[in-house]
């Protein structure tokens, strides 16, 4: 069984074109590393938005988005979207749904967007959706679990 590890908080970004924005790519994170970079942002009402600029290694080969990637980046809103209330906590999805609503495109900044809707002392269920110019491209829900919980 491979260790846990927690990232904490994420790093912000100090300077180009995502500066403003905080992330837990840039090495803290494997895997977002390797498939991001993504992005998140603390809004003045509380809420926050995760980004990401699609490339052309996220595309399938119809030249949209390809759902794998969208999945990806939605299991990282998951976190994002719950990270105030996880409070430095680490968590696992356990559950996750998606629809896919429209075709992404590569090259147009991919914003999300979510609530908690609920949040127990071991579950957070959590809903998101993905937009491109204000156009919902993909919608999910999931669930995560709190460890140690």
């Given amino acids: 069984m491979?260790?846990?590890v927690s990232y904490g908080a994420p790093k912000l970004v100090e300077s180009g074109e995502w500066a403003g924005w905080n992330t837990w790519g840039l090495g803290l994170d494997p895997f977002e590393t390797l498939t991001g970079?993504?992005?998140?942002?603390?809004?003045?009402?509380?809420t926050i938005t995760s980004a990401v600029?699609?490339?052309?290694?996220?595309a399938n080969g119809g030249g949209n988005l390809?759902?794998?990637?969208?999945?990806t980046f939605a299991d990282y809103?998951?976190?994002?979207?719950?990270?105030?209330?996880?409070?430095?906590?680490s968590a696992v999805t356990v559950g996750f749904n998606a629809d896919f609503v429209a075709g992404g495109r590569v090259g147009v900044r991919l914003d999300c967007t979510g609530e908690v809707v609920r949040?127990?002392?071991?579950?957070?269920f959590v809903r998101g959706l993905m937009h491109q110019e204000g156009k919902v491209?993909?919608?999910f829900n999931?669930?995560?679990?709190r460890l140690g919980a």
């Fill in 2 to 4: 491979s260790e846990q």
């Fill in 37 to 46: 970079p993504y992005y998140l942002r603390f809004e003045a009402d509380g």
């Fill in 53 to 58: 600029m699609p490339e052309a290694k996220h």
């Fill in 66 to 71: 390809h759902g794998g990637f969208l999945m």
């Fill in 77 to 89: 809103a998951l976190f994002a979207i719950a990270y105030p209330e996880l409070k430095g906590g």
């Fill in 119 to 124: 949040a127990t002392r071991s579950l957070l």
């Fill in 137 to 139: 491209v993909f919608s």
């Fill in 142 to 145: 999931g669930t995560l679990k």
